[in-house]
């Protein structure tokens, strides 16, 4: 999972290319080898190929970028904010979920009620979740507007190497040197993102590049430069 995973930062960048026609800068397209091929040695030393398992994963990667996408475009270009954007998703996400959670998990979730020994601390801890699980939504939805949906889409890569680093440094799991490797790796490609990302939005503007197509005068990114290239 975490393999096919690892490609969505570049996917995002494809996506928005191909669909959205976004220019991005070729040291944009360079410093995604690193950050995508690093995690891929992380996690390919633990490759167990299942047909159905792929096709899924491939299908939650291109969820994903699609769904950070639609996020910038309407952080960026609509110029939500990050609370109003978890606002308008919630209710949306209540009912696309709500039929396949009774169907699935309904019946079971009716016996533990009735068989639960302790009801109230377990409802502590699911209204508990659910905090945190909006946190992370509004902490997601305000990375994306602070930054692109690019760069959040690196971050979770970079999340992937310091998680198997720290569970090395603190719970001494063992890590092959494939996964030293690819985690190495992942880091210096990240740091030359933030380098990339640092240098294009301090470069002195030019020439407007004229947009290919229509589409391209769709609001997508915000006015800043850092975010149009």
């Known amino acids: 999972m975490q393999t096919i995973k690892s490609f969505t930062p570049a996917t995002t960048v494809i996506l928005q290319w191909l669909i959205w026609k976004k220019y991005f800068d070729w040291r944009i ?3 995604l080898i690193p950050i995508v091929g690093g995690i891929l040695l992380t996690s390919i030393t633990e490759l167990s190929f299942n047909m159905l398992g792929f096709c899924a994963a491939l299908f939650g990667c291109l969820a994903t970028s699609t769904k950070t996408i639609l996020a910038e475009s309407l952080l960026h270009g609509y110029k939500f ?10 209710p949306f996400a209540t009912m696309i979920l709500a039929v396949p959670a009774l169907l699935l998990e309904g019946p079971g979730v009716m016996e533990w009620v009735y068989t639960c020994p302790s009801l109230f601390t377990s409802l502590v801890i699911i209204f508990g979740s ?17 930054t692109t ?12 190497a310091v998680a198997v680093t ?32 640092h240098m294009l939005s301090h470069q002195t503007p030019g020439t407007p590049r004229t947009p290919r197509s229509k589409i391209e005068l ?11 290239v």
């Open 29 to 31: 397209w360079a410093s």
């Open 166 to 197: 720290c569970s090395w440094l603190i719970f001494r799991n063992p890590i092959s040197l494939m996964n030293a490797v690819g985690c190495s790796i992942t880091l210096v490609g990240c740091t030359f993102y933030g380098y990339v990302r």
């Open 218 to 228: 769709i609001p997508l990114t915000n006015d800043k430069l850092d975010d149009k």
């Open 130 to 146: 659910g905090v945190l699980a909006f946190c992370l939504n509004f902490s997601i939805f305000y990375v994306i507007h602070s």
């Open 149 to 160: 949906a690019v760069t959040f889409n690196v971050a979770g890569n970079l999340k992937v």
């Open 81 to 90: 904010d990050s609370i109003n954007t978890v606002y308008y998703m919630a």
